[in-house]
């Protein structure tokens, strides 16, 4: 995923900026999609689109996600070729960034906006499973799940700003290890309330003839599961494996 926005803030830092070496198609196929996703501009969007799980199930490789999706290789590839930055354009990443304003970047616009958009999105369906209580479509049990999701949420960002992100950013990996198996162990069950989220509402499908709140709360929903992805996208793939992979050299 190509960042202009923040590429200005570490080039003099990086004057050689990494590129991803995976450019033919066998190596892709070869490859963890979570690595693909963290070392590939515009990979993690694609796959998104697919409906890839490049997050917690990020050990897979490509050809892996692409059969037990029943897809097949040629248009993911070609998708991914599209998606690659022109020659010369830039291809920085945020595996590219320092830990600091990757972490600071997680904070200001995924810990805060999740704080914003799930209560909003709770509020909604309530209002819906109420008024289309008589509607055999209606959302049964949604806004129970999101405020539940939501108090999930909270205490695991919690967690990450108090305790473990100023490990981190102290470089130490030893104290942080454990707290990154319980944040990765927590990453599984926000995925899990995701896809609960997806079998209640079948995808997000909206019925046909149904009132604008209905409409904006299943926009609302596509919204979150793209955020909350991207997410733990970002530190399952990039910030974790920085510290994990450390502590093994050093033992």
Same mark, same amino acid.
């Given at each position: 995923?190509?960042?202009?926005?923040?590429?200005?803030?570490?080039?003099?830092?990086?004057?050689?900026?990494?590129?991803?070496?995976?450019?033919?198609?066998?190596?892709?196929?070869?490859?963890?999609?979570?690595?693909?996703?963290?070392?590939?501009?515009?990979?993690?969007?694609?796959?998104?689109?697919?409906?890839?799980?490049?997050?917690?199930?990020?050990?897979?490789?490509?050809?892996?996600?692409?059969?037990?999706?029943?897809?097949?290789?040629?248009?993911?590839?070609?998708?991914?070729?599209?998606?690659?930055?022109?020659?010369?354009?830039?291809?920085?990443?945020?595996?590219?960034?320092?830990?600091?304003?990757?972490?600071?970047?997680?904070?200001?616009?995924?810990?805060?906006?999740?704080?914003?958009?799930?209560?909003?999105?709770?509020?909604?369906?309530?209002?819906?499973?109420?008024?289309?209580?008589? &509607?055999?479509?209606?959302?049964?049990?949604?806004?129970?799940?999101?405020?539940?999701?939501?108090?999930?949420?909270?205490?695991?960002?919690?967690?990450?700003?108090?305790?473990?992100?100023?490990?981190?950013?102290?470089?130490?990996?030893?104290?942080?290890?454990?707290?990154?198996?319980?944040?990765?162990?927590?990453?599984?069950?926000?995925?899990?309330?995701?896809?609960?989220?997806?079998?209640?509402?079948? &995808?997000?499908?909206?019925?046909?003839?149904?009132?604008?709140?209905?409409?904006?709360?299943?926009?609302?929903?596509?919204?979150?599961?793209?955020?909350?992805?991207?997410?733990?996208?970002?530190? &399952? &793939?990039?910030?974790?494996?920085?510290?994990?992979?450390?502590?093994?050299?050093?033992?």
């Amino acid at each position: 995923m190509a960042l202009p926005s923040i590429a200005a803030s570490y080039r003099n830092a990086r004057s050689t900026p990494r590129r991803s070496p995976m450019s033919d198609s066998t190596t892709l196929l070869s490859a963890r999609i979570g690595d693909i996703a963290a070392r590939r501009p515009g990979a993690a969007t694609v796959f998104q689109n697919f409906g890839f799980d490049f997050c917690c199930g990020g050990d897979r490789t490509l050809s892996e996600v692409i059969d037990a999706a029943h897809a097949l290789p040629a248009p993911v590839l070609g998708a991914l070729a599209a998606a690659a930055p022109a020659a010369g354009a830039g291809g920085e990443t945020w595996a590219d960034a320092p830990a600091s304003l990757l972490i600071e970047h997680i904070k200001s616009r995924y810990h805060a906006l999740h704080l914003q958009e799930i209560p909003q999105l709770r509020d909604l369906a309530t209002k819906v499973e109420v008024v289309h209580r008589d &509607n055999p479509n209606v959302l049964s049990g949604l806004a129970v799940l999101l405020a539940r999701l939501l108090a999930e949420i909270r205490v695991h960002q919690q967690r990450e700003e108090v305790v473990l992100f100023p490990l981190l950013l102290r470089g130490d990996g030893s104290m942080a290890a454990s707290a990154i198996q319980i944040m990765r162990a927590e990453h599984d069950d926000h995925g899990a309330a995701l896809a609960l989220i997806d079998k209640i509402t079948h &995808n997000r499908s909206v019925p046909a003839e149904v009132c604008a709140t209905w409409r904006g709360l299943y926009l609302g929903l596509t919204r979150l599961r793209m955020d909350l992805t991207m997410h733990v996208h970002l530190e &399952n &793939n990039i910030l974790f494996p920085r510290y994990e992979h450390a502590e093994e050299v050093r033992r």
